[in-house]
């Protein structure tokens, strides 16, 4: 049965206040924990019930409460059977020493359940700070609190109390015996067991005859992964431990300053609680098979670009198809091909990129909806139409392309920026990295000469053919999907968030055994698609590569911190990370993060296997072989 959310209650069950003075207890938590509960779920369950602060908040109906102080639940089955009784005998008793006492020394075999339960409550609030603590014998043993005016009876309260009880399974148990034989997908769960470290504040004596080690945490923390595997939603509460933080690693954490009452020294009457949020896991429906691509997809222009997920376009749509979105922002677009097969599934896309030659990419084929460059246009480019500043012939003399290839370039550099339409220029420069590309070795520049050559049909082609033949692949792949959209050329870290929708993010993976510069192995065609202005040319080098771009991905340090970043940034929409598994931060780190800023994490594992790299011989040989972890939050 789905659940009232907190705000939704009838006024008069509303703030019911708890019937114990209880240690350890939630009021002052209250306005933390209240938020994280879900507005719907199945049952509330709460198998550490203590004085229920937080039961009685939320006032559930059909709950279930369970605790193994078997005083305890005779307390509150008793008020929920026979509050009137409960209220008669607390009338009969007496704020004063002696009858403390006495009632503290009453065997509790020989009373009825209502006058037990009736003792217990004036032991609570007549005896010190309202502790419950037991001997060997299981008897009370707390003294007299010598308070003036304490609340024996607050009739009110009990009334209030009773009205929800009445309606709840009360149980007394162990709490593993509670969840397995109550838990169902979709039940909240709140869990406030004693408090780490066991011999402090929360010591588990104060309240049963049991103890509560950290082995024992360590189980819970076990239950709580089951929990989350079923399909509940968990909120737990502990001290500010280790512990607590190594076994929740995974979930979101959060601490919180608080008062401890029980405390015989002022100055130790403060702590830091944590406030665990578990969500249920929810599985996906994936195929075992890519999801089908449109056509138009299929005309996108190829590339060797480092990192491009060409080939795994079929199943970053497996999984974004799962989610119904408008708008798609490709955070690091690179070769722009996943912008590309957005569009074609008719999305609004945002294409971006910090390197000149993917926004180029992205500004003629994907913000570009029906601009092309003619044949006659493209032949003319071709042709010493407009000034030559040589800088190619000179700069790069002998380096990459020959020098009549580099002449070529030069021609073409010129008569691209005198070009008046945008979209035109971004389709001519992109035809000119793409000629570039195919014309050099492994489509990289960072060696010089060309002892790579293998033979290849597109090296053997002149760089007038391969122009040529560039701008048609480029014409070929514009098309009109209906929508806006726009490329971007600037940093990630910049770009404002936007409406919700989906988030594609495929940054540069961060590993100690390989480097991620882009600009390393492309700065020769960055430098085409920037003209060579804003860059620094380290003239000393061999390759003429110019000084990389900084980007918080060059450490793991910053890759942590920037990917919390933005998945705080972007939390409203649906957000979709390429990453793969040679990569740092780890699986468990990655999912960790995402889980602080949404409800629900997946990670949808893929074996891939990379174009080319260069750290095969480091990691066991594996010939690039590895997993491409899909990391879902939403």
Same mark, same amino acid.
């Given at each position: 049965?789905?659940?009232?959310?907190?705000?939704?209650?009838?006024?008069?069950?509303?703030?019911?206040?708890?019937?114990?003075?209880?240690?350890?207890?939630?009021?002052?938590?209250?306005?933390?924990?209240?938020?994280?509960?879900?507005?719907?779920?199945?049952?509330?369950?709460?198998?550490?019930?203590?004085?229920?602060?937080?039961?009685?908040?939320?006032?559930?109906?059909?709950?279930?409460?369970?605790?193994?102080?078997?005083?305890?639940?005779?307390?509150?089955?008793?008020?929920?059977?026979?509050?009137?009784?409960?209220?008669?005998?607390?009338?009969?008793?007496?704020?004063?020493?002696?009858?403390?006492?006495?009632?503290?020394?009453?065997?509790?075999?020989?009373?009825?359940?209502?006058?037990?339960?009736?003792?217990?409550?004036?032991?609570?609030?007549?005896?010190?700070?309202?502790?419950?603590?037991?001997?060997?014998?299981?008897?009370?043993?707390?003294?007299?609190?010598?308070?003036?005016?304490?609340?024996?009876?607050?009739?009110?309260?009990?009334?209030?109390?009773?009205?929800?009880?009445?309606?709840?399974?009360?149980?007394?148990?162990?709490?593993?015996?509670?969840?397995?034989?109550?838990?169902?997908?979709?039940?909240?769960?709140?869990?406030?067991?004693?408090?780490?470290?066991?011999?402090?504040?929360?010591?588990?004596?104060?309240?049963?005859?049991?103890?509560?080690?950290?082995?024992?945490?360590?189980?819970?923390?076990?239950?709580?992964?089951?929990?989350?595997?079923?399909?509940c939603h968990i909120v737990l509460t502990n001290s500010n431990h280790p512990l607590v933080h190594e076994q929740y690693h995974l979930f979101p954490v959060e601490v919180i300053q608080t008062k401890r009452y029980i405390s015989c020294n002022g100055s130790g009457r403060t702590g830091e609680d944590v406030i665990v949020t578990v969500p249920p896991r929810q599985r996906f429906n994936l195929r075992s098979v890519p999801a089908p691509l449109p056509a138009q997809t299929a005309l996108y222009p190829s590339t060797r670009f480092m990192g491009s997920k060409s080939k795994l376009l079929g199943d970053i749509w497996a999984v974004a198809s799962q989610f119904k979105f408008d708008t798609a922002l490709d955070l690091f677009s690179g070769?722009?091909?996943?912008?590309?097969?957005?569009?074609?599934?008719?999305? /609004?896309? &945002?294409? *971006?990129?910090?390197? @000149?030659?993917? $926004?180029?990419?992205?500004? #003629? +084929?994907?913000?570009? !909806?029906?601009?092309?460059?003619?044949?006659?246009?493209?032949?003319?480019?071709?042709?010493?139409?407009?000034?030559?500043?040589?800088?190619?012939?000179?700069?790069?003399?002998?380096?990459?392309?020959?020098?009549?290839?580099?002449?070529?370039?030069?021609?073409?550099?010129?008569?691209?920026?005198?070009?008046?339409?945008?979209?035109?220029?971004?389709?001519?420069?992109?035809?000119?990295?793409?000629?570039?590309?195919?014309?050099?070795?492994?489509?990289?520049?960072?060696?010089?000469?060309?002892?790579?050559?293998?033979?290849?049909?597109?090296?053997?082609?002149?760089?007038?053919?391969?122009?040529?033949?560039?701008?048609?692949?480029?014409? /070929?792949? &514009?098309? *009109?999907?209906?929508? @806006?959209?726009? $490329?971007?050329?600037?940093? #990630? +870290?910049?770009?404002? !968030?936007?409406?919700?929708?989906?988030?594609?993010?495929?940054?540069?993976?961060?590993?100690?055994?390989?480097?991620?510069?882009?600009?390393?192995?492309?700065?020769?065609?960055?430098?085409?698609?920037?003209?060579?202005?804003?860059?620094?040319?380290?003239?000393?080098?061999?390759?003429?590569?110019?000084?990389?771009?900084?980007?918080?991905?060059?450490?793991?340090?910053?890759?942590?911190?920037?990917?919390?970043?933005?998945?705080?940034?972007?939390?409203?929409?649906?957000?979709?990370?390429?990453?793969?598994?040679?990569?740092?931060?780890?699986?468990?780190?990655?999912?960790?993060?995402?889980?602080?800023?949404?409800?629900?994490?997946?990670?949808?594992? &893929?074996?891939?296997?990379?174009?080319?790299?260069?750290?095969?011989?480091?990691?066991?040989?594996?010939?690039?072989?590895?997993?491409?972890?899909?990391?879902?939050?939403?």
């Amino acid at each position: 049965m789905g659940q009232l959310a907190v705000s939704d209650k009838p006024q008069d069950l509303a703030g019911i206040r708890p019937l114990l003075k209880w240690a350890g207890g939630k009021t002052q938590l209250l306005k933390e924990i209240l938020p994280k509960i879900p507005k719907k779920y199945g049952r509330y369950i709460e198998p550490f019930f203590g004085g229920g602060a937080v039961f009685f908040a939320v006032n559930p109906t059909n709950g279930i409460i369970a605790d193994s102080n078997p005083e305890l639940i005779n307390l509150y089955r008793s008020v929920a059977n026979d509050v009137n009784g409960v209220i008669a005998q607390l009338q009969e008793l007496k704020n004063t020493e002696d009858v403390f006492y006495a009632v503290r020394a009453q065997d509790v075999s020989k009373l009825s359940d209502v006058e037990v339960a009736a003792r217990t409550i004036f032991l609570n609030r007549t005896c010190f700070n309202g502790l419950y603590r037991v001997n060997k014998a299981g008897q009370f043993n707390v003294p007299f609190g010598r308070y003036k005016n304490p609340k024996i009876l607050d009739e009110m309260s009990l009334k209030a109390a009773s009205e929800i009880l009445r309606n709840t399974t009360i149980v007394c148990g162990d709490y593993k015996t509670v969840l397995n034989n109550n838990a169902q997908p979709g039940d909240f769960i709140f869990l406030d067991p004693p408090y780490l470290p066991v011999s402090a504040f929360a010591d588990f004596k104060r309240y049963t005859k049991e103890q509560f080690y950290e082995e024992d945490h360590i189980e819970l923390a076990a239950e709580v992964k089951r929990l989350h595997e079923l399909g509940c939603h968990i909120v737990l509460t502990n001290s500010n431990h280790p512990l607590v933080h190594e076994q929740y690693h995974l979930f979101p954490v959060e601490v919180i300053q608080t008062k401890r009452y029980i405390s015989c020294n002022g100055s130790g009457r403060t702590g830091e609680d944590v406030i665990v949020t578990v969500p249920p896991r929810q599985r996906f429906n994936l195929r075992s098979v890519p999801a089908p691509l449109p056509a138009q997809t299929a005309l996108y222009p190829s590339t060797r670009f480092m990192g491009s997920k060409s080939k795994l376009l079929g199943d970053i749509w497996a999984v974004a198809s799962q989610f119904k979105f408008d708008t798609a922002l490709d955070l690091f677009s690179g070769s722009g091909v996943v912008s590309y097969m957005l569009k074609s599934h008719g999305k /609004a896309v &945002v294409s *971006n990129d910090y390197m @000149a030659m993917s $926004a180029t990419f992205a500004k #003629a +084929m994907i913000e570009n !909806n029906d601009v092309t460059l003619s044949q006659n246009d493209a032949l003319a480019l071709l042709e010493p139409l407009h000034p030559v500043d040589h800088f190619v012939e000179t700069k790069f003399q002998g380096l990459y392309f020959i020098d009549d290839d580099n002449r070529l370039i030069d021609i073409l550099r010129a008569n691209i920026n005198a070009l008046k339409n945008p979209y035109q220029r971004a389709i001519a420069m992109s035809a000119l990295i793409r000629s570039c590309l195919k014309k050099r070795p492994r489509g990289i520049f960072t060696y010089v000469g060309h002892r790579y050559d293998d033979g290849r049909k597109d090296l053997l082609k002149t760089f007038r053919e391969q122009f040529l033949e560039a701008v048609e692949s480029v014409n /070929a792949a &514009v098309f *009109n999907n209906g929508q @806006a959209n726009k $490329a971007r050329h600037g940093d #990630a +870290m910049t770009v404002q !968030n936007r409406e919700p929708g989906l988030v594609y993010i495929d940054p540069p993976y961060y590993s100690p055994l390989s480097d991620n510069e882009y600009v390393r192995r492309y700065h020769f065609v960055e430098g085409l698609a920037r003209n060579w202005e804003g860059v620094e040319i380290q003239e000393h080098t061999t390759t003429k590569k110019f000084k990389s771009y900084p980007t918080p991905f060059s450490s793991r340090k910053g890759a942590t911190e920037a990917f919390d970043s933005l998945f705080k940034r972007f939390r409203d929409s649906v957000l979709i990370v390429s990453y793969s598994s040679n990569s740092l931060p780890t699986l468990d780190e990655m999912v960790s993060l995402m889980a602080k800023h949404k409800p629900h994490v997946e990670v949808v594992p &893929v074996d891939y296997r990379y174009s080319f790299g260069n750290q095969g011989h480091k990691v066991s040989d594996n010939k690039n072989s590895v997993k491409e972890y899909f990391f879902v939050g939403y």
